[in-house]
């Protein structure tokens, strides 16, 4: 029988989670009893604030995901602290973007460096937890990996070219990890959602769009970052024990596949 752990009995590691998303990933997780590793990348005071809301439980770790060595370094660390492999990763951090159409490059403008700025963020970011991931879960026999999506690349209503992009790669690297990690009890798996109300990311979005997407959804709301951040808990847990390389969307219905 494959080996399973409950939530409270998981080391989670959320990327990007001293704020925004992250935080309400961060508390979710430990709501259900985990311990949490809460990385950051500049957000150092916002991260022992976090961190604070549950001594004992929660190890706030600086690291930029592009870096592979601080990575590892960020993995090992845990472990000495927690005495245990991390079991899951978040894999939430995002480079640097503003959710403002209006702000963003169109087709004209766009460059590779726009593109290879959130590939490498989005994408070697996941690539780096992963691989820095394996030797703990493989020996435990067990591990979770969730990344971060979007509904965009499906429904492309605003024009995030570069980071649409690097989070259709992630879908594409999700589920060939999948296929790679199954037989060593690792599921990969991606849950995907739209416009949140309201994170650091999504401040910037006018009003009018958030009630234009409301009043398109079946639930006729904008899904929360808690509300996201439930869902995330499913993947981890043994519920989906048998659910590997799959997209989850998470935006009320907007976008059905």
Known sequence: ????????????????????????LVRAFLREGANVVINYHTSAEAAQRLAD?????????QADVTDRAAV??????ARQHFGTPITSVINNALPDFSFNG???????????DNLHHQFAGVVGGALNTTQA?????????F???VNVGTNLFQNPVVPYHDYTAGKAALLSLTRTLSQDLGPDNIT???????????TDASAATPEAVFDFIAASTPLRRVTTPAEF????????????????????????GLVKN
């Not at 409950?6 to 935080?23: I, P």
């Not at 001594?55 to 706030?60: D, I, Q």
């Not at 990969?188 to 309201?198: A, D, I, K």
């Not at 519920?239 to 998470?250: I, M, S």
């Open 229 to 252: 951040a439930d869902a995330t808990l499913f993947f981890a847990s043994p519920w989906a024990r048998a659910v590997t390389g799959q997209n989850l969307l998470v935006d009320g």
């Open 188 to 198: 990969v798996n991606m849950v995907s959602g739209g416009l949140l109300r309201t």
């Open 143 to 145: 591990g979770r990996i």
């Open 102 to 112: 209006d702000a963003r490059p169109n087709v004209e403008q766009l460059s590779w």
């Open 1 to 24: 029988m494959q080996q399973s752990f409950s939530l409270d009995q998981q080391l989670v590691l959320v990327t990007g989670g001293a704020r925004g998303l992250g935080q309400h």
């Open 53 to 61: 809301e549950a001594p004992g439980r929660t190890l706030a770790v």
């Open 133 to 141: 991931a394996l030797g703990g879960m493989r020996e435990i026999g």
């Open 72 to 77: 590892h370094v960020m993995f090992e660390r």
